[in-house]
């Protein structure tokens, strides 16, 4: 299966909303899952269709480790999030494959559900999602609004990385 090329910062892409999917295609859900070898190959734990070039509702996660008996995949269209009642925010360090080598701590809820289309066609729901997958829902979702995590990162975080994120955006496109 071929891979796609993955769309660094700087890439106006990054920063498209992106359009719900209205209907489920059997392209869609070969572009899912080629999304899915992508985020394996780099590797990466989540990714965003905005972060090969398509601005569709599209996301794919899978929190597991390569080494984990059982890998747990998620193809998510038209994702929606929101915070379980009970959920308390968190500091947590972030990364992306979109903004190469560089991690920072993102304070975000802890605990959400999330409402999406799988890759059957079948509206589906995750209640009390905590840790990584909570966090990568809400990541890879703010990719589909065009956010990105360097964009909510602490004011001595983003002086500090000012300069390389000029230089990365100049080498985009
Ligand atoms: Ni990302």
Known sequence: ???FDIKIYGDDVL???CKPVEKLTPELVEIAKQMLETMYDAPGVGLAAP???LDIQLVVIDVTHPDDDERCPYIMFNPEWKEEEDSEPVEFE???LSVPDIFC???RPGKVSVRYMDEHGEQ???RNCEGLLARCIQHEI???NGVLFVDKISQSDRMLYQSKLRKMAKTQG
């Open 1 to 3: 299966m071929d891979l």
């Open 15 to 17: 920063r498209k909303k």
């Open 51 to 53: 972060q090969v070039g």
């Open 94 to 96: 972030e990364g992306c």
């Open 105 to 107: 701590n993102v304070t």
């Open 124 to 126: 589906k729901e995750l």
């Open 142 to 144: 703010d990719h589909l």
